[in-house]
């Protein structure tokens, strides 16, 4: 069950020209998770921002607006949050562990106390979350800009499940695991090119931002991080004369990478009933047979869907 928090002192003031937050350091984290109890969880990939210049980075890459509703995933101890409250009109943290979503709004309130206003805490899975909840935690205002450091076990999963549950999401930037930011912006044909990065492609513009190194986190991860953003366009079905579902476009493109050494033509073979049908199609699409998986545009598989149609 969701259960949102509003900050604690959230109406006493709102005067957001306050001195800026009191951005949390190595040490105010450990002893702030010692407080509480909390010993980091590898199963919730939890691994918390330390480091003040990485936080700085992050939001002033995102580019928000001042009018932008923030989506935050896994706010964890609040390294981010605080530094994200003076850029948005307000932040939306969707955290699971109810531990930390009950500490976030006296962590803002005591270092950000002119912004706590500004702040909403959902605990919930960010997997299962629907887009009415986050419209109803954000007071009625859909969120507009996703920025998040995304656990490293969930993190492909949790981007596409936002950007398919709440298509108010304008823009944003996530930090994940560096080979995972790779696949995510690579292009066609690249090494790194697979199901997430052309699944990202249907919703949004992905790039490269920049790599984070394993050091600004506490504990310390065994990978390296890096940054994607993500801007908003319209799916390829959008355009196109024969209307395409997207979860019927996401089985091609989950078949044709199933075996990444095969032609098109043998990779989707049980999707289309057969090799020789599944030719058909590839060619009704304007599709080379003999072509792999790794070569195709999100457009590229959007029109074999529809030529099956």
């Avoid at 995972?180 to 992905?206: C, I, T």
């Avoid at 089985?251 to 049908?277: N, P």
């Amino acid at each position: 069950m969701a259960v949102l928090l509003v900050a604690a002192g959230a109406f006493l003031t709102n005067d957001p020209t306050s001195a800026g937050p009191a951005l949390l350091g190595p040490a105010e984290l450990r002893s702030r998770a010692a407080r509480l109890g909390i010993r980091p969880a590898k199963r919730l990939g939890q691994n918390f921002v330390h480091d003040a210049n990485t936080v700085r980075r992050i939001v002033a890459t995102a580019g928000l607006d001042p009018d932008d509703v923030v989506l935050e995933v896994g706010p964890g101890l609040g390294s981010l949050t605080l530094a994200l409250l003076g850029s948005a009109q307000r932040v939306l943290a969707v955290e699971i562990d109810p531990v930390l979503a009950g500490a976030l709004p006296a962590t803002v309130s005591e270092r950000a106390p002119g912004w706590a206003h500004r702040l909403r805490v959902l605990t919930a899975d960010a997997l299962r979350i629907q887009q009415g909840e986050l419209v109803d935690a954000a007071g009625g205002q859909p969120p507009t800009a996703l920025v998040a450091n995304l656990p490293y076990n969930v993190g492909v999963p949790v981007l596409l499940h936002l950007l398919a549950e709440v298509p108010s999401l304008r823009h944003g930037l996530v930090m994940v695991q560096a080979e995972v930011a790779d696949r995510l912006a690579a292009p066609p044909g690249s090494r790194d090119y697979g199901v997430p990065s052309a699944k990202a492609a249907w919703f949004a513009e992905v790039r490269r931002a920049g790599p984070v190194p394993r050091g600004v986190f506490w504990p310390v991860p065994n990978v390296d991080s890096g940054l994607v953003t993500l801007t908003r366009r319209p799916p390829p079905a959008a355009v196109m004369s024969t209307p395409t579902d997207r979860v019927e476009v996401f089985a091609v493109v989950d078949a044709a990478f199933a075996q990444r050494r095969k032609t098109l033509r043998a990779a989707l073979a049980g999707w289309a009933g057969s090799a020789a049908q599944a030719e058909q199609v590839l060619r009704a699409a304007g599709v080379d047979p003999s072509a792999r998986g790794e070569q195709l545009t999100i457009t590229d598989f959007t029109k074999i869907c529809a030529a099956r149609l």
